[in-house]
């Protein structure tokens, strides 16, 4: 079968590799879509990061590069092995795409997002999304029902915003603040309006800006380049502020400001994966009582993601920017999110 295959630094090759074979507990799916995610353009750019290096496997799937790539899919049950149960060929389904140890102290209590060896899959190793067939332990694998399977591949970023809203504690009624209207940037925007928060998004991208507005996800756009936030922020919220906050950028200007429009006592979640080590002014934190807050991918989010698309609460359509063949990764896929990011939210690759 064809998968996308990671050699090392800006060496990404399609090639043609063993089909995976179920197992015991296992489920074997044909790909439908997957999307092309930053995690995927970082590793691309600049990686082995999440990838195993040669001589240094990972702990759980004991695979170093090469690896397939993809770990934002959809596909089509198509066997279903020993011991499995709840599941049936024909099935359409998504992954919720872990390698966890279920032995360390987080796993144990139940924050198996937070194991101390944890790995994705499509970056740990177990084949992955960018490939024509996959095979999943049950544990991991979540049916979508009547959900399209195109847009089904954006289920596992919006679970990541899923979660993120969760930590922040965010309730119908509030006003939030979202810095950065990249990909989960509006995935959060999305959410939140979802449940019943008012949205505004802090973006200088006037494509970016556009497709805030145009998705529904944002109820206002504020350009941190012509306006001052802080102040549109006051002026929308009758002078309290944002009650939540959300880091989408790893910019630390961005971080800054979220901070400044925050109301007393507000919360700032951090989603976004910094490359470098920020600068936190504490007395801004100190001063108002501001919880800051850390997040990272999922843990039991899936579920009530589907349910809010599935009862039409949010229309994930409009992220949908491209579609491509897996022979068009590189040239179609990362060259656009790469060089041209602002023209596109999620560009699926059909395998």
Partial sequence: MKAARFHGQKDVRIENIKEP????GTVKIAVAWCGICGTDLHEYLDGPIFISA????HPLSHESLPVTMGHEFSGTI??????????TVGDNVVVEPYFVCNECPPCKAGNYHLCEKMGFIGLAGGGGGLSEKIVVDQRWVHPIGDLPLDEAALIEPLSVAHHAVVRSGAKAGDVALIGGAGPIGLLTAAILKGIGVTTIMSELSTARKEKSLSSGAA??????????VKARVLELT??????VAFECAGVNIVLDTLLDALRPAGVLVNVSIWGHPATVDMQKIVL??????????YARDHEETISLV???????KPFITGRIALDDLISEGFDTLINHNDTAVKILVHP
């Fill in 219 to 228: 109820d206002y756009v504020v350009d941190p380049t012509t306006e001052n």
């Fill in 54 to 57: 040669p001589g240094h496997p």
């Fill in 21 to 24: 074979e179920t197992r015991s």
């Fill in 288 to 297: 108002k009582e501001i919880d800051l807050r850390g997040t990272i991918a």
């Fill in 238 to 243: 009758g002078g309290v502020g944002a009650d």
């Fill in 310 to 316: 599935t009862s039409g609460k949010i229309d994930l």
């Fill in 78 to 87: 198509e066997e279903v092995g020993d011991g499995v149960e709840g599941l």
